[in-house]
């Protein structure tokens, strides 16, 4: 009679009635009887019922005993729901985790099956397994770690794509999917040919001045609502202070594109070389034990090959002695590489203010070469253009973040740099003809730019409801200049200028799960920028303007401004294979400045002159790119994904592909 009356309870908790009591309390915490009722302190042996929520602070755990032998430790800073597990049925709803991270521990009598189910804002957790680690970051991000036993976790966008999780593995859910925003192609990194329909030296030219003078970098950007832990970090450190274990990612995107040919021109398949561009990442962060701190940095590098080849030959006619040919090269390259140091830490009881500091120092160098030969009737002309560039930017980050509830986090950051770019230019100009021997014009100029910059932002992401996401975010970019170019003929300040400039960037974006299966995420970005360099003389001692047009420092936009609109759509097809498809349509709006000091230049014996004077006018540049991919998801941290991409004014299209590998090495932050 007495062994009955003792396996009486435990046969009623197992599969009649379950209780919750507190076992445990460490620390600073809170039990919320509801969303709108008052706060208690937790003590040892309080019932806890369905609908309570449990908050712990910095440094504070809550141990929760469950009747039928099961465990649940809320771990620090973190926020959990507890759901309506006293009714029994298939699987009891047991926990709802908002943030934070929870160790659960579930007890199985006899060997018999004891059902439970937790859920994250992304993802769902069927427990088959005893012991495991549900951890949630302030955007949804959910990691699931197993300790003993199985796990079987399904994100809620795609409730068809289930994950068997075994005893020391894991699993990732994310709350975007890993929608893909990109728009790579060779090019895709300068802010000029994949964007604007520009000749490569205007490419050139903005992309190494994007370095040193930031405020000329506007466009285009977007702006995605799904949070990406690991990118908002590196722009703003304080982010970093959410990572609680060491996790690790590794980007890659290679691309690949024949390259642009100008219609009436043929290319030159013995010369042609294929367009590509390179883009690796790698960033890592890491919890200290035992202390608030996170630490972590990045690498990354680019290297871009872009060119035009053409040659021309027009058959004999009436009029020409002889074959007329023209051959027109123009190719530029660029590498650069990147790295970063970030350090985090957190503060208050509940963990949700956080500031961090970042350094990123940036080097790299250019080269644009044209070259430009013409012969007609026993006539050859031709020009030689060769520029170079080295740059490099070094820049200083203080970042602040507040978490205002379980999906709305705001971050602010204040950024100053020191940037610098030393450009070389050489020229050459080249005639001849049956009745006078070759003739050649030579010219060289040098200029340096460096800047101090400092630039304040802000970024602000919430959740509607489960399914919908939004974010704003906006910065203001202020820098002072300092020019000097250095001619052949005026090897000492030939000009020399200090001016200011200014930039201003906004973006809004949703992002929304309208099924289970299919993402969507839409943004409009823009921005305006503004400089008080003074005019320059455009002409260089050559004598050509087109050269002059490529020569560094001589042309400079007074202002412009630019708007973005951008729309991604991604479906889980079935398991792990997805497709995607995205668009981007940018306007810029440029107003350049020439100016002209007058005087005379000699040109095959003539004397020519020219008059002085300013000159404004606008441009208009507008762009429209398109995006296909297909992808599999080998693994839930491992994801591959060819991209198909068209820049429609170019139609030239480019061959990429996107590998994201996500690892962790169990590193936490406890004690």
Excluded: C
């Excluded at 806890?48 to 039928?68: A, C, K």
């Excluded at 630019?562 to 294979?577: E, F, K, P, Y």
Aim: net charge positive; aromatic share 10%.
């Amino acid at each position: 009679m007495s062994l009955f009356w003792f396996m009486a309870p435990a046969s009623r908790a197992q599969g009649d009635f379950v209780r919750a009591s507190v076992r445990s309390v460490t620390g600073i915490a809170r039990v919320y009887p509801g969303h709108q009722a008052g706060a208690f302190v937790p003590k040892r042996n309080d019932p806890l019922e369905p609908g309570n929520i449990i908050v712990t602070g910095q440094n504070s755990r809550v141990v929760i005993s469950l009747s039928d032998g099961g465990q649940i430790t809320v771990l620090p800073n973190s926020q959990v729901v507890l759901k309506k597990f006293l009714v029994p049925h298939s699987a009891r709803e047991l926990l709802e985790i908002l943030m934070g991270r929870v160790l659960v521990k579930i007890h199985h009598a006899g060997g018999k099956p004891n059902p439970y189910r937790l859920n994250s804002p992304t993802a769902s957790i069927a427990v088959r397994g005893t012991e495991f680690i549900v951890d949630v970051l302030s955007g949804g991000e959910t990691l699931v770690v197993v300790r003993e036993g199985l796990v079987e976790v399904w994100s809620h966008n795609n409730p068809d794509n289930k994950r068997l999780v075994t005893p020391g593995s894991r699993v990732i859910v994310r709350p975007g999917g890993g929608i893909s925003s990109a728009f790579p192609g060779p090019g895709s990194e300068l802010n000029g040919r994949a964007r604007f329909n520009g000749n490569l030296g205007d490419d050139y030219q903005r992309s190494v001045d994007s370095v040193a003078q930031n405020s000329n970098e506007i466009a285009p950007v977007f702006f995605s609502a799904f949070p990406d832990q690991h990118l908002d970090s590196l722009e703003n450190p304080a982010y970093a202070a959410e990572f609680k274990n060491a996790e690790g990612r590794l980007l890659l995107l290679p691309s690949t594109s024949e390259p642009y040919v100008n219609e009436p021109y043929v290319l030159d398949p013995l010369n042609s070389k294929e367009d590509y561009s390179v883009s690796p990442q790698l960033t890592f962060f890491t919890p200290i034990p035992g202390s608030r701190l996170i630490v972590g940095g990045g690498v990354s590098a680019f290297g871009v090959r872009s060119q035009d080849l053409a040659n021309t030959w027009l058959p004999l006619t009436n009029t020409q002695l002889t074959d007329v040919g023209s051959h027109n090269r123009r190719a530029l390259r660029l590498n650069a590489f990147n790295v970063s140091f970030i350090a985090a830490y957190s503060i208050g009881d509940q963990g949700k203010t956080s500031v961090g500091m970042s350094v990123d120092a940036l080097s790299g160098f250019g080269n644009f070469l044209s070259e430009f030969a013409h012969s007609e009737n026993g006539i050859y002309s031709g020009s030689y253009d060769n520029l170079r560039a080295r740059f490099a930017r070094t820049r200083l980050t203080f970042g602040f973040a507040r978490r205002f509830s379980a999906s709305s986090k705001l971050g602010i950051y204040y950024r100053h740099g020191i940037n610098s770019s030393d450009q070389e230019n050489t020229y050459l100009q080249e005639y001849m003809d049956e009745s006078r021997p070759r003739t050649a014009r030579f010219a060289h100029d040098k200029t340096n730019i460096s800047n101090l910059s400092s630039e304040i932002g802000a970024r602000f992401r919430a959740s509607l409801t489960r399914r919908l996401f939004y974010g704003v975010e906006g910065s203001y970019l202020y820098e002072r200049i300092n020019s000097r170019r250095e001619t052949l003929s005026h090897p000492i300040d030939y000009n020399h200028h200090h001016y200011l400039a200014r930039r201003a960037r906004l973006g809004v974006g949703l992002g929304f799960a309208l099924t289970p299966k299919i993402l969507l995420d839409f943004d409009v970005a823009g921005g305006i920028f503004n400089n008080d360099r003074p005019p320059q003389e455009p002409i260089n001692r050559s004598g050509n303007l087109f050269a002059s047009s490529l020569s560094p420092g001589s042309l400079r936009s007074v202002r412009g401004t630019s708007v973005t609109a951008h729309a991604a759509v991604q479906t889980n097809l079935w398991r792990g294979l997805f497709l995607s498809v995205s668009g981007l349509t940018t306007v810029r709006r440029d107003v350049i400045s020439y100016s002209y000091t007058g005087g005379t230049y000699t040109y095959n014996g003539v004397v020519y002159s020219y008059p002085g004077g300013t000159v404004m006018y606008k441009e208009l540049y507008d762009a429209i790119l398109s995006n296909a991919g297909i992808g599999w998801r080998f693994k839930p941290n491992l994801t591959a994904e060819y991209l198909y991409s068209v820049d429609h004014r170019y139609r030239v299209p480019s061959h990429s592909l996107r590998l994201r590998y996500t690892f962790n090495l169990g590193i936490t932050g406890e004690k």
